[in-house]
C-alpha cells in the first residue's frame, strides 16, 4: 500500500463519519481496491470499527476488496438486460470463471463487475469485457465469448 498517499487522503478529511465514502472512494482510486492495511488506518481516523466499515463498503457495488484483473468482465443486471436474461448471463459467467462478483480470478486474469446499466439497453443482454460490448449475450453466446478470451 502507498501508505504516505493514504495518509494524505485521511489528513486532508475532517475525521466526520461523513467522510467514509468519499475517504474510501479515494482509497479504492490510490490503491486500485480496497486493502485491509486502509481499512484499519480509516478505522483509527474517522472512528469508525472496522466491521462497520466493510458493512457499508459491501452495500455499495463500486468498491472491491481483491485487486483488479488483467481483463474486466462487466456483465449488466439493468431492467432491459435484466429482463431478457441477465441473470443467467451472469450465473453462467460465475460458474465459469469459478469467482463471485467483486472478485477476481486465481491467476489474476479476469476481475467480475455486475452493473446496473452500460447504457445500450436496446443490445440487451449486454456484457462488457474491457473496452468491447457484446450485444443480445446468451448463456451460450457468454461461453464463447470466455473462449475466445483464454485464446487470446
Ligand atoms: S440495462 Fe443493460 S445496458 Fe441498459
Redo the contacts with the bound molecule.
Sequence with gaps: MVKGDLSAILGDCSGERGDLIPVLQKAQDLLGFIQPDAVRAISRRLKISENEIYGVATFYAQFRFHPPGKHHIKV???????VKG?EQVLATTRERLGIDTGETTADGAYDLER????????????VQVDDKIYSQVSVIKIQGILDEQKSD
Design positions: 449488466c443486471l439493468g431492467t432491459a438486460c435484466h441477465g452493473v446496473a446499466c452500460l447504457g445500450c439497453c436496446a443490445l440487451a443482454p449486454v
